[in-house]
């Protein structure tokens, strides 16, 4: 896309406020929203014929219910360490 990455942040991140931190971009924190950022801005792969709309809402569709969703019906291995680690 051509896109020029912004000037550099020369500032501790984790001590700006949050009003300040909702300001930088970042890169999506889970799969689902990684997702959902495909979902919204995927006009660049449909470029050239090389995917179709179809294929990549089956991929996210397949991604969703696969994956995401089966992986927040069971607790996350740190939930143990946090609670059941005698």
Known sequence: NRIEPPDPVDKDIYDLPPEELSNLPSVP????????????DHDFLLEGGVFTEDLL???????????????GLRPHPHEFQLYYDL
């Open 29 to 40: 924190r889970s799969l689902e929203e990684a997702l959902a950022g495909l979902e919204e």
């Open 57 to 71: 809402e089956k991929y996210v569709s397949y991604k969703m219910d696969d994956e995401v969703a089966q992986v």
